[in-house]
């Protein structure tokens, strides 16, 4: 299944280019993520809490190159990585048909179809996998444009976990949303 990279227009006529990560890619997708978890509200997660080093960045990157059920992608715009998307499918072999998505986004970058693309690349992806048959994700219950774009691609709401996350001295329900990958 290698039908990466793929490259498009944006809502403001830039170029951008989807393609699987690299280990080369590590040291930039690392910064990205660092960088969009330091001014965000709707990613449970600090930018001083995220595990990775750049070593252990690139170890990650390698070891979805291997995984069957698992992969990064990353959207490019002028040789930079302004946004990234990845599908971790379950080890676990009883789950190993699930796959849970993590998405972000260069806060310069959002609101002009990114986010789109990128599902969108993934679903396709995911559909061709011979492995998984349900994709999910997690999305804080007041990320409005989060959840319209997951209901826009077909994403069904499973379920709610009342007052899940704590952001900024406020609890927020969690809304749990799944997909089922059809094959072609």
């Known amino acids: 299944m290698s039908f990466f990279p793929k490259t498009y227009t944006t809502k403001n006529d830039q170029s951008i280019t ?3 990560a690299v ?5 930039e997708l690392l910064k990205l993520k660092l ?5 965000t509200n709707s990613l449970p997660l600090f930018a001083s809490e995220y595990p990775n080093d750049i070593d252990q960045e690139k170890d990650m990157i390698e070891r979805y190159q291997l995984e069957k ?6 959207a490019i ?3 930079r990585i302004i946004g990234n998307i990845d599908l971790t499918g379950s080890w676990r072999k009883k789950m190993q048909h699930t796959a849970v998505i993590g998405m972000g986004i260069h806060t310069q970058w959002q609101n002009q179809g ?4 990128l599902l969108q690349n993934i679903i396709d992806w995911a559909e061709e996998n011979q492995i998984l048959k349900t994709i999910w994700l997690e999305v804080y ?8 774009l997951y209901k826009k691609m077909k994403f069904q709401k499973s379920g709610i976990v009342p007052n899940f996350f704590l952001e900024n001295e406020e609890f927020l329900d969690k809304i749990i949303m799944h997909r ?3 094959k072609s």
């Open 114 to 117: 990114i986010g789109t693309l």
């Open 18 to 20: 989807i393609k699987q």
């Open 141 to 148: 219950a007041n990320n409005v444009s989060g959840i319209a």
């Open 23 to 27: 280990s080369d890619d590590a040291e």
């Open 77 to 79: 715009s002028n040789d």
């Open 35 to 39: 960088s969009y978890l330091k001014n």
């Open 180 to 182: 089922k990958v059809s």
């Open 69 to 74: 059920n698992s992969i990064i992608l990353v």
